[in-house]
């Protein structure tokens, strides 16, 4: 199913909720299929969450690039995409508009671990919970598969929102640690 | 192809390198298939290193009893091995014979990154640097597939020992996070 037939019909079974925070929104279930789309809502614009991969890697590079990050070829980030386990976009919906404003993707083993890379909130949506909102969507997402070990790399200047999330850094003296080509 | 198959091709076409030390031996490329085998040898016995995932699960539970990490369900470790992105094994082989004494496996998105789990080697195997052998035949396999930053969590008993081998901690003061289901 391509991506704009799992938006719209998504979206028009859950316009009735259109004063549902996406705080609450996000914490109810809204389907159990890997491609349902949670949607939350404010006066002027709707933030609508979705499990779709079939991303527009360009509208992705802009979000990127909008918060600073190095540009990575677009092949290998297909790739990751399709090789990751969870994938989670975050979009601003006016009317028939839509602008992808976060993103988060997971790898996982399928069973115990799951590790959280790429998470970005384009600057203009900062701020507002968002951030937060896409967390608890994926974190849902990964509880409903049975993951009982999350975890993920935070820079210096997020940890403190991760910790604001349940995340905990080294628990027991456990030290993340990296190793790059040489 | 089954795990025997594989093994013993590619026993017999590298015993012409018996008195290579092991470390030499994982050093160097033994073949480019995922399946290939690296293989060491000592007077009494060759330790053997694989990646095929048709492992013996319950011979694998003994292994990690033998380590003390609680038992996990066999059907959810299996899982994990048919959705990790490499497998690795290291096995003392005597004759026809032959033992699982170590084991790590990692996730990965195919593209940018990787993270290792489960890394154990049996008690009777420590200390004679066979831990490193394996860690250094997992990095060879995560390098030659291009993976450019390889991460894992190390207990706190074994941060020095991943140092040795490169891997640095808390680099630019990323901290590894765990979440929790609660």
Redesign the interface.
Known sequence: MGFWKTWFSTSESVTTSKTTSFEEQTAASVGDSPNSVSEASSKEARIVFSTERDLDLYELEELCDAVGWSR?PLR??K???????LVASMWQVRGNQRRLIGFA?A???????A?I?DVVVHPDFQSKGLGKALMKYV?KKL?SEEI?????????HV?DF??S??????????????????
Do not use: C, Q
């Open positions: 990575r290998k980030v790739k990751a995409i399709e090789h990751s386990f993707r790898t996982s083993d399928h069973a115990f671990n590790t890379w974190l509880r009982s070990n999350v975890t993920l790399f935070a820079d210096p940890v991760y910790r999330m349940g995340f905990m850094s080294d628990p027991e003296g456990i030290k993340g640690m990296f190793w790059y080509p040489h």
